[in-house]
């Protein structure tokens, strides 16, 4: 195993963290106190390749793989995490969904504008009174000819407001039945397809969450991903590659906390020596940088697994429930190293510790993680 960087990975880092200290660190404060949403830096980040990681070439992306992902991941949400979390949700979800499963004809349409950010993506799964339980959903489609009748609404959908193209898995089937669900693409635009309520969050506030609503929904049957019946398995499909993603999302939270923490711990003075003479601050950050490192090797375990087209789904869960579990543990231990200082707005750990909260959650609880890594080794 090679534990080196690869050049494009060293080249791809570098390339983000200059982006970053450029066009996201200085306003980091004002959209998160703002929520605002900032469009252009995500078609900024298109033109760089950015927003099509996963995508090949021949669709207009930078035909990388997962092991560039997590870097570029990792980065920039070691800036501002909720940017890391939108540049994630538009790569492993929507584009990745339609580039998984969609036909010749529909990854051409939609996939190079996605690519290039010229389009924003979002997905949409999560209803308000389903959450983990999808197989309840209340959002149905009923075919009409050649088209489908969509009604219902969904719910914390990263882009609702914002997004151009929207991949959504709704019910064509029986309730509880997981080949009862279909996935569409749904256009910005379509007559009764629209967004609701925009979400006020504790942390990842620059990244936008709302509510997709279906009122009477047209849509044709040429925007079906796969066959009917298909949804569902092919959603699960899809959060496999998505754990990686919030694993590289809590990685870089974890390492912005650190970074930060190491920095201050040299720089604050008390009884004549800088506090990181002291073991109890020496202490916090050895663990804090040994747990890093295992989240790292975790995560690139799940890629080269990802890359190599083999079962991921074990080894993307245990990455994303350690890492997110750490990047919560290092974020509020940052905060105590800092002190009274790391509970103000004027040092970044305050931030990266409401921020760090969503990676335990999103994709999945760790709850929820557990339960799928017992189960799959419950089965060998």
Known sequence: MNFEYSETQSMIAQSIR???????????REWDESQHFPVDLFKKLGEMGYMGVLVPEEYGGAGLGYHEYITVIEEISKVDPSIGLSVAAHNSLCTNHI????????????????????????????????????????????????????????????????????????????????????????????????????????????????????????????????????GFIQAMKI???????????????????????????????????????????????ADMATEIEASELLLHKAASLKNNNKKVTVAGAMGKMYSSEVCV????????????????KDYPVEKF?????????????????KLVISRNLLKE
Request: negative net charge.
């Open 329 to 344: 543990k290092v974020s509020t231990e940052a905060i105590q190293i800092h002190g009274g200082y790391g509970y103000t």
């Open 99 to 230: 580039l998984t499963f969609g036909d010749e004809e529909q990854k051409k349409k939609w996939i190079p504008k996605l690519a290039t950010a010229e389009h924003i993506g979002a997905w949409g799964l999560t209803e308000h009174n389903t959450g983990s339980d999808a197989g309840g959903m209340n959002t149905t489609a009923v075919k009409d000819g050649d088209h489908w009748i969509v009604n219902g609404a969904k719910n914390f959908i990263t882009h609702a407001k914002s997004g151009d193209v929207t991949v959504v898995i709704v019910r064509t089937g029986e309730k509880g039945d997981s080949r009862g669900m279909t996935a569409f693409v749904f256009e910005k635009g379509m007559e009764g397809f629209t967004s609701g309520k925009k979400e006020d969050k504790l942390g990842m506030r620059a990244s936008e969450t709302a509510e997709l609503i279906f009122d009477n929904c047209r849509i044709p049957d040429s925007n079906r991903l796969g066959e009917v019946g298909d």
């Open 18 to 28: 200059d982006f970053a200290e450029l066009n996201i660190r200085p306003y980091v």
């Open 353 to 369: 510790f409401r921020d760090s909260k969503l990676c335990t959650i999103g994709e999945g609880t760790t709850e929820i993680q």
């Open 239 to 285: 959060l496999d590659g998505g754990r990686i993603s919030i694993g590289a999302l809590s990685l870089g939270i974890a390492k912005g906390a650190y970074e930060a923490s190491l920095k201050y711990s040299k720089e604050r003075y008390q009884f004549g020596q800088p506090i990181s003479n002291f073991q109890g601050i020496a202490f916090k950050l």
